[in-house]
Every structure is written in C-alpha cells, then in structure tokens.
C-alpha cells in the first residue's frame, strides 16, 4: 500500500463540454490511478491541481523568512511559509509522486515550477554545506517512486529524438525529482497532440497501456 501525491499541471479540465480541450494528461494519469485504485494499492490519496489552483509565486520576503531560523521566525514570516510547510509535508508524507503534465514552451507549466520552488527549500528538503565542495547541496528526503506524465503537440523530445535538443521538460523534472527524495522514475509521454493524425492515436493507446503496465508493476 502506498500514500500517493497526485499532481496535475495542465491548465485544462480533464472533462470539458467541447471533449477536444480535455487535458490529456490529466485523463492519462486519472487511468493510472485508477488502475492503482483497482487493486486497493493507495493508503492514502493527495491531489493537487496546480495547473487550476496555482501555488504562490515565492517573493524576496519569502527567501529572507525561509533563511530566518525557525526559532527566530516572525508570526509573519511563519504566515508567508505556511503554504510552502503544507506543500513540503506532502512530499515528505508520499511514498509514490504522480506528476501529470503539458509541456508549455518546451518545459513545465509556470504553476508547475511555481510548485517546485514552494517546495526545494533549504533544511526542509535540502541541506547546504561548502564542507561538499562543488556540491554543497544535499536532498533530505530519500525513498520515493515517481512517475512522470507528459502531453506534448510535437513530437521527438526523446532521447535521440528529433527534438531532443528543444527538450526541456522531463529533464527538469528527473534534475528536480532528487529534490523530492526520487529514487526511480517511470515515464509515461503521449506527442503529436497538435497533429492529431494517426501517430497521436497511437501514441496516447501507448501511453494508456504503459500506464496499466506500471501500474501492475507496483505489486511485483
Ligand atoms: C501555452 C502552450 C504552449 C505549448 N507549448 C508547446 C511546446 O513548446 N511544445 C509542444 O510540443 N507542445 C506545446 N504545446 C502543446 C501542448 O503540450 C499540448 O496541447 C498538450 O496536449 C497539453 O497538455 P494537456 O492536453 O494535458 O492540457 C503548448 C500548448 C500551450 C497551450
């Protein structure tokens, strides 16, 4: 049984009137989950949609509160972190991380990133010590699956791929993923939105049975 963190960045519904706007990567990861779902694998279930509700964007007081020791913490400045404190504790409370996302401008949505930077924050999910030399950051959290879901209009992001030189998301997200205590990563990427021919059915039947196929794999 796992406690999963579910987080969905696409600033579209998964169910709209007009069904052609329906987030695709949202649907992606509602089957995922639902798969997981099917054979009682959740303890406990956390969704955020930071794609419809988005986090805060940190600020200047922000930074001067998250290097302020917490002893020494104004009512205010604790205020400030609140959000950030409720985002981290479902990280460090998840043992399985679902993020589903668009790829906006060849990397994540803003509210996604918006997400991440509420969360990587020094003596919470990360440590920092010059003693490390050139590495003096430390992730602190350690143990967590992650599965990575993409949409994308193009196509070729892939290692090797066309556009792998305009990639940008998943590489991101595998950098950040130590930052929440990633040990593995499965991926999961439907392309071609854009084209919706037949190599965009194709590739979302794909993406629908690698879905199911991991999420067999967590009773393996
Ligand atoms: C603002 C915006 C920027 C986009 N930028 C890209 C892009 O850089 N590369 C790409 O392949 N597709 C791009 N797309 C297409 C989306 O990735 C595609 O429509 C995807 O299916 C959206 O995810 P969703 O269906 O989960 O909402 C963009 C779409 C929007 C709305």
Redesign the pocket.
């Known amino acids: 049984m796992t406690t999963l963190l579910h987080i969905d960045a696409?600033?579209?519904a998964a169910k709209n009137d007009n069904s052609s706007h329906?987030?695709?990567?949202?649907?992606i990861a509602k089957h995922f989950i639902s798969c997981l779902q099917n054979t009682n694998a959740i303890a406990e279930y956390i969704y955020r949609d930071v794609?419809i509700h988005p986090p805060s964007f940190i600020t200047q007081a922000w930074i001067g509160a998250v290097f302020t020791p917490a002893n020494k913490q104004t009512i205010e400045q604790q205020a400030l972190l609140a959000e950030s404190d409720e985002l981290i504790n479902e990280v460090a409370k998840a043992d399985t991380i679902v993020i589903?996302?668009?790829?906006?401008?060849?990397?994540m949505p803003a509210q996604l990133k918006a997400w991440f930077d509420q969360i990587v924050r020094i003596n919470k999910t990360f440590d920092f010590d010059l003693g490390r030399g050139d590495f003096p950051l430390k992730p602190l959290l350690n143990g967590k699956r992650l599965v990575i879901i993409t949409?994308?209009?193009?196509?070729g992001?892939e290692q090797g791929g066309i556009?792998e030189h305009?990639s940008h998301l998943v590489p991101h997200l595998r950098t950040m993923s130590l930052y929440l205590g990633v040990e593995k990563i499965d991926e999961i990427a439907?392309?071609y939105?854009?084209f919706n021919d037949e190599r965009h059915q194709r590739s979302l039947t794909n993406a629908y049975a690698k879905a199911e196929q991991i999420a067999l794999s967590f009773y393996k």
């Open positions: 696409s600033v579209r329906d987030s695709i990567s949202k649907n794609g589903s996302t668009p790829m906006y401008n060849y990397g949409s994308t209009g193009e196509f992001f556009r305009m439907s392309e939105q854009e």
